[in-house]
């Protein structure tokens, strides 16, 4: 069985990304696991810091599950057209010390996906993430994309994905994302 993680770079309460992470880790399929993660506890990075103190608990405890994962997803907000402060900062902490991104990220499987209350989902975020990868050495999924647009309608006031069409593409991209991360 293929073990993936999600990652949702969201910090806000009712964030759509959150809720779609939850929406995948609640549809159970036989080729795979899922496990939800988070990046609350992260602080900035700042090279000062690392060196005074080390690298802080929370960052150490996802890097562990994501060297532990098969495969990972990232799911990303998108503010003003580009990867969100915090998520990238996150990835930042991950790669550090350098000398661990081999081991964290090197060949690594890593899927994209996104949800929007705008019209083209998270297009843009997901595209720049594309370089951040690369750099770090990830092998990354393209064979499918989810951009979730007008997400905020496809919810209900708990969080759970409504939208039947929304939940079909998002289980597809997951078996077959599970198939490229077993390989």
């Given at each position: 069985m293929v073990a993936l993680l999600g990652i949702s770079g969201s910090l806000r309460k009712g964030s759509l990304n959150t809720a779609l992470l939850k929406a995948a880790t609640d549809i159970k399929a036989e080729e795979y696991t899922l496990e939800?993660?988070?990046?609350?506890?992260?602080?900035?990075y700042d090279g000062d810091l690392e060196e005074a103190e080390g690298i802080p608990a929370a960052v150490t405890a996802l890097k562990e599950?994501?060297?532990?994962?098969?495969?990972?997803?990232?799911f990303?907000?998108?503010?003003?057209?580009?990867?969100?402060?915090?998520?990238?900062?996150?990835?930042?902490?991950?790669?550090?010390?350098?000398?661990?991104?081999?081991?964290?990220?090197?060949?690594?499987?890593f899927a994209l996906v996104g949800a929007s209350p705008g019209n083209f989902g998270t297009l843009l975020s997901q595209n720049a993430w594309l370089s951040v990868l690369h750099t770090l050495g990830c092998r990354t999924f393209s064979e499918k994309r989810l951009m979730v647009s007008r997400?905020?309608?496809?919810?209900?006031?708990?969080?759970?994905?409504t939208d039947e069409a929304t939940a079909k593409r998002l289980g597809d991209l997951l078996v077959a994302f599970a198939r490229f991360a077993g390989k």
């Open positions: 939800a993660a988070g990046i609350h506890g992260i602080p900035l599950k994501i060297i532990a994962a098969d495969g990972v997803i990232l990303t907000p998108e503010y003003n057209n580009g990867i969100p402060g915090a998520f990238k900062n996150t990835i930042d902490w991950l790669s550090r010390p350098s000398s661990d991104i081999g081991k964290v990220f090197g060949n690594k499987p997400a905020h309608t496809l919810f209900d006031g708990e969080g759970n994905l």
